[in-house]
């Protein structure tokens, strides 16, 4: 149940500082033969992570969508119905809204724990980038939660995501079982996420 929590918690977020350069995500980068070999087949893949910013390691990871790269961030950028696909997200309200970001209260269920903390989304759709952390002016029940995409466009009905996430719960559980809880459960998380773009935002998770 940890492991669950800990996913849930790494795909929510004064302003986020950018994890990269402000660019057009126009071409995709160089990635291992064997990361995108992965993807292709399964549809989601992890690779290794990359200090970002001040020492900051990334767990990060590239998604196959079968929806164009702009039909993909319109979805993506629908972040309050994350509820629909990620289980132990009961609750995400919005409270703050505009063009390029919004401020999301969210709730975890975790057995008999509820975690509460609130999200600051950014996105920039002519980039095709979003970018998320922790909204500082709260009282939040973990310490960090930080992430990002990158959409690639592939043809007209495909593209893929890069996506990155950082998070730390404090010091009751460590930083490199956080990590491995990532690393093992996130595929799982990011595969419902996928499903429902594919979906065009229908698909439900089955729990």
Known sequence: MLLEWIVTIAFVSAPCDLPFAIEPSTSLPSFPEATLKAMREDGVALFSGQEAGAGTRYIKALVLFDASADETMKLLTQTARQVEYLPLLKRA???EHQSHENVEKHEVKAGLFTVVYQMRHHWNMSTRQ???CLNANADNDLKVARGYWRIYPLDSTQSIGEYGTHV?????VPQFLQDFAVRKDVPKALNNQRLWVNSGGTFKYKS
């Open 168 to 172: 730390d719960v404090g010091t009751a």
């Open 93 to 95: 309200t919005v409270l």
């Open 130 to 132: 979003i970018w998320w």
